[in-house]
């Protein structure tokens, strides 16, 4: 096993892996630009390097290969985990850390490569009997090549980009008339995102589960699979709130997908932790939409319903050793719901809302877990994906999670930026989520008139709870006052209040 | 302390009824608020929006702090006068929070008139400045003015309480040492100039603020020179060449933002210690008062029914609960705050009037401010009251509540007839705030009861010439338009439209009035107390 391992990331995930490191008392390295240098991550590692200058962009610092691989050299790191995001799926990357004689903590580079084009990944994946959506094999430039293609699969297609994922440069055409004009902006999305602007077509399904299967496999020729995830909710292409098992599967469906999912990861020569995605159509079809080589974000319902850390797998796996677990040894038990807690606005169409957490206190309580880079007074920089954490629940079944987790998105505080928490609390106490009843529009379907509640007394009752928290007794006025200033004023207390309202 | 104990039925007829009726109420006085806030001619609207301007809630929201609370002042001054679209006497004030802070802030409406002054403009500003003073809040003041409105000018230039009052109020305000800051988002033109030149802040807004003794008009009338109002008092040449203003703002929204940082820098103030203890909601929804108070002002209610529905915990000490019932007296608190409430129960009788003088002197003595509920027919008259000398005690009361120091706030919630309206604190007896619920009535007696003197005297006359007295026709005659005139000029709506109030309120609102107005009074000082006599036993 490694002695020290330097992890390429920031935020809850970084966290999250240096947890791990801590427990298997492996020393852990963190690095970070300036803007991050009272960050969560780097306060929890043994050592911290800054990278390059210290510039913020994205392009100078978490995604500065060459700065990564010489703050491991420097500090006599022997690994690199990369988390999610970022360099984790970057298979020169991959390549450049093995070449500088460290390990990747994930798949080996030429199978990020392979995984990484989307259209190399479908006919790979074809061969081998993995059902795919109806769609191009290869990429196209030219608007008549796209045009047949569409034309054949039949309208609506999804336009996707090869090098794609996060929703950037995807379009959906509802006919042929807004075909070349969505092509070419799609194109230029995925060109400046990217670096790569090559885009195919896929036949686009209405309304579609998003379920995907969580696979180990090590070096040895190994695979197994740890169930599923159903991710249909989701905002903007982004996934917000995911859970397992879907209640979409019965056992036979679990266990074909789940091949299905097994037999992926052995035609690629898969290593490490990764998931094959799936969609799922209302009549229990499915086909294979990509393979997300790294840790996913969703990946703590799965260790939560299976009872495995897959941080210390893939730590494992990287190591050399064999798995330890066979197909038999796995089951899953109870059902697990994760929230994403972004620093976002739901009122403003998920616009990112930056800024200072003045105060925060996860909730807890059995079966609740928080995973964040967060921590009182922890400023939430405007260069990164504002992620501040993922609650977690776990109970015995689907409608002890849901109430479950609607208690503990109550009970956890984050206080100074806007959060989506309360659109959250109402999906899932609305009657099609309890229902199962979700799909990739379910939010456009019977949220998209969703605003926050404004009552005043809620604001009010909130305003009392800042006040206490923040030993601000009266209006701008010092404890040295008499007693006048002891008891908050109603101009604390009423929140927006008028003669009108 | 004691809890109120209702015995309403909010089940029973009469409550539906009662409820029903102050609803239609409420309905129309939020009509009319919304009215005086959003009636404005589109070509107003285009115009403000062409010069890239905000409207004047726009920057009410922005100079004051989000999500907290807005006290409205006389927003419908000039009701129903002059063309009836001078809302508000075409201005907005009120006290809100900057940083936390207490303030009034005071804005022209640009969009009505052009931001000229009315007669009821100026009683608006002198108000707001007596609201000022009293209180010590700190003044803010958006000016976009174009000055008197020259057809009325001779009701609002040279009398004592007129436009140069403004001016003189301001010197003092200054001298009193309470914050005077101004931004200038529009026209200050002539007196109008005076606003910014005698406030210790001035922001002003390059493009659109001007500031000058005589606008451009009279410019060319006199000297022949055109000169446009940017060259003449824009913000460059007042920040950098005549010091007339202080800060340069580009726009609207930077003016409002360093509004707030001045208001940030204001040094802390020293507060009036009235007791206060943790705030508790009612055990009785205020909004019940709805269905307390009934439709017709001649039918009595308990005015403890509308205590129970305003005060913390419903809890209320009462002051000689037994003696002198027709006026209840009592301790209670609104917010968290000690007050002496005293609320009318029927007319008042030298018992009542002894008991009202007793109390008030106990809480000027204690520094606890006073409330006092209207609901008052006027002191009792008869030959036997007279003899027992009911205006002598009636003069106490009159006297006490006239010499009282600590603040005394006013509802009018019904009746408000005769020397009660003085006794009980009416607005000549200068209490810090005076609101009127949509059903209050104010006269001199009521229109019925004035019709019938008017009638007696008539008859008397008639007598004393051996003339016989007026048929039932003729009695008609007088009784039809003095009961109109009455109910018409009794009217809550007549009476706020000459600012004889601060506003109409939803009487289920009045806790919250009350609570964010004593809040704002407490950045007085009180002082004075310890000196005088002691109190009397009465």
């Excluded at chain 1, 060109?191 to 180990?216: A, C, M, N, T, W």
């Excluded at chain 1, 928290?469 to 002891?486: E, I, N, R, Y």
């Excluded at chain 2, 009701?79 to 936390?100: F, K, L, N, T, W």
């Excluded at chain 2, 005698?198 to 006199?222: R, Y």
Aim: contains cysteine.
């Amino acid at each position: 096993m490694f002695d020290k391992v330097l992890v390429a990331n920031r935020g809850e995930i970084a966290v999250r892996v240096l947890t791990t490191l801590r427990e298997m008392s492996i020393a852990s390295v963190a690095v970070y630009s300036e803007v991050d240098a009272q960050a969560l991550h780097v306060l929890s590692a043994d050592e911290a390097v800054v990278l390059g200058d210290g510039a913020p962009e994205p392009a100078a610092s978490y995604l500065h290969a060459e700065r990564i691989i010489e703050a491991a050299r420097v500090t006599g790191a022997q690994a690199i985990h990369p988390g999610y995001g970022f360099l984790s799926e970057n298979a020169d990357f991959a390549a450049q850390v093995t070449e500088a004689g460290l390990t990747f903590i994930g798949p080996p580079a030429d199978v990020i490569a392979k995984l990484g084009n989307k259209t190399t990944a479908r006919q790979i994946l074809a061969d081998a009997g993995v059902p795919i959506v109806p769609g191009m094999r290869a990429t196209a430039d030219d608007p008549a090549v796209l045009a047949e293609a569409a034309q054949d699969m039949g309208y609506p297609v999804l336009i996707k980009a090869a090098a794609g994922g996060g929703g950037k440069g995807m379009r959906v055409v509802q006919s042929a008339d807004h075909l070349a004009e969505a092509a070419s902006a799609a194109s230029s999305e995925a060109l400046s995102s990217f670096g790569d602007g090559s885009i195919y077509l896929e036949k686009y399904l209405d309304r579609p589960r998003h379920v995907e299967v969580q696979i180990l496999a090590d070096a040895h020729g190994n695979a197994i699979h740890l169930f599923e995830r159903e991710c249909s909710i989701q905002r903007r292409h982004q996934k917000i709130i995911e859970e397992t098992p879907s209640c979409a599967l019965n056992t036979d469906l679990r266990t074909r997908m789940g091949e299905a999912a097994v037999a992926a990861a052995k035609a690629v020569g898969y290593v490490n932790a990764g998931t094959v995605e799936f969609l799922l159509d209302s009549t229990g079809d499915f086909y294979f939409l990509e393979v997300n080589t790294r840790l996913q974000v969703e990946h703590p319902i799965t260790e939560v319903t299976v009872g495995l850390d897959l941080v210390r797998h893939q730590l494992e796996i990287a190591a050399g050793s064999k798995l330890t677990l066979a197909q038999p040894d796995v089951s899953q038990r109870g059902h697990a719901i994760e929230c994403r807690i972004y620093a976002e606005d739901p009122a403003a169409d998920f616009m990112p809302c930056p800024g200072k957490v003045l105060y925060c206190r996860p909730a807890t309580g059995p079966g609740v877990r928080f995973d964040a880079g967060i921590y009182p007074g922890a400023e939430v920089p405007v260069h990164y994906d504002p992620i501040l954490g993922k609650l977690i629940v776990w109970a015995e079944d689907r409608p002890a999670a849901i109430a479950r987790m609607i208690r503990a998105l109550q009970d956890n505080v984050v206080l100074g930026v806007q959060t989506a928490t309360e659109l959250m609390i109402d999906i899932l106490a609305s009657e099609p989520f309890r229902d199962g009843d979700t799909n990739t529009r379910f939010l456009e379907d019977h949220f998209a008139d969703w605003h926050p509640c404004e009552d005043g007394d809620a604001q009010a009752r909130l305003g009392y709870v800042a006040a206490d928290l923040s030993g601000v007794g009266h209006a701008g006025a010092a404890d040295t006052l008499p007693g006048a200033t002891k008891w908050p004023s109603p101009w604390q207390t009423l929140a927006h209040w008028t003669l009108r309202s | 302390m004691p809890v109120l104990r209702s015995r309403i039925d909010p089940k029973s007829d009469d409550y539906k009824a009662n409820y029903a009726h102050m609803s239609g109420l409420v309905d129309k006085l939020k009509e009319e608020l919304t009215r005086a806030h959003e009636d404005r001619s589109d070509k107003a609207k285009a115009r403000n929006a062409e010069l890239g301007k905000l409207t004047v809630t726009e920057r009410l929201d922005k100079v004051l702090d989000r999500n907290s609370p807005f006290l409205e002042i006389a927003p419908l001054a000039a009701h129903d006068m002059y063309d009836g679209r001078i809302h508000g006497a075409g201005s907005r004030a009120g006290i809100g929070v900057i940083h936390g802070r207490e303030v009034f802030i005071s804005a022209n409406d640009p969009m009505i008139k052009g931001g000229t002054i009315y007669p009821m403009g100026v009683k608006k500003t002198l108000r707001c400045q007596t609201i000022i003073m009293e209180n010590r809040l700190p003044s803010i003041n958006l000016v976009d003015s174009g000055g008197a409105y020259l057809p009325m000018q001779s009701e609002i230039f040279p009398d004592v309480d007129d436009g140069g009052r403004v001016f003189y109020n301001q010197a003092l305000i200054s001298k009193m040492n309470i914050p005077q800051i101004t931004a200038v988002m529009g026209l200050c033109t002539a007196g109008g100039a005076y606003i910014p030149a005698m406030s210790d802040h001035v922001v002003h807004v390059q493009g659109t603020g001007a500031i000058f003794l005589g606008g451009p008009p009279l410019v060319k009338a006199a000297t022949g020179e055109e000169v446009s109002a940017e060259d003449l008092g824009g913000a460059k040449l007042h920040c950098s060449e005549s010091g007339v203003s202080d800060y340069l703002a580009d726009d609207d929204a930077m003016a409002c933002e360093i509004l707030r940082e001045i208001v940030s820098m204001l040094p802390a103030q020293k507060q009036a210690d009235y007791p206060r203890r943790a705030p508790a909601a009612p055990l009785y929804d205020p909004r019940e008062i709805w269905g307390v108070v009934p439709p017709s002002l001649s039918t009595p209610y308990d005015i403890r029914e509308v205590i129970a529905r305003l005060v913390d915990g419903s809890e209320l000490l009462e002051f000689k609960q037994l003696y002198g019932p027709t006026l209840v007296c009592g301790w209670a608190h609104i917010h968290g705050t000690q007050v002496g409430i005293l609320g009318n129960n029927g007319v008042l009788f030298s018992e009542s009037a002894l008991k009202a003088t007793q109390f008030i002197q106990l809480c000027d003595r204690q520094g606890i401010p006073l409330l006092f509920l209207q609901n008052i027919s006027g002191y009792i008259i008869g030959r036997d009251y007279e003899r027992a000398g009911i205006t002598k005690d009636g003069h106490k009361m009159v006297a006490a509540v006239s010499t009282a120091t600590v603040p005394k706030f006013t509802v009018m919630c019904g009746q408000s007839f005769g020397a009660g309206n003085y006794g009980m604190c009416g607005r000549a007896y200068s209490p810090r705030f005076l609101w009127t619920w949509p059903n209050a009535q104010i006269g001199v007696m009521g229109a019925e009861e004035a019709a019938k003197v008017l009638i007696t005297v008539k008859n008397d006359q008639l007598a004393r010439e051996g003339e016989p007295p007026l048929t039932s026709e003729f009695e008609e005659f007088i009784r039809g338009p003095v009961k109109q005139a009455g109910e018409k000029e009794g009217n809550a709506y007549y009476s706020t439209a000459n600012l004889w109030d601060d506003g109409i309120i939803d009487p289920a609102k009045t806790r919250d009035v009350l609570g964010l107005a004593l809040s704002a009074s407490a950045n007085a000082p009180l002082d004075g107390r310890d000196q005088g006599h002691s109190t009397f036993r009465m």
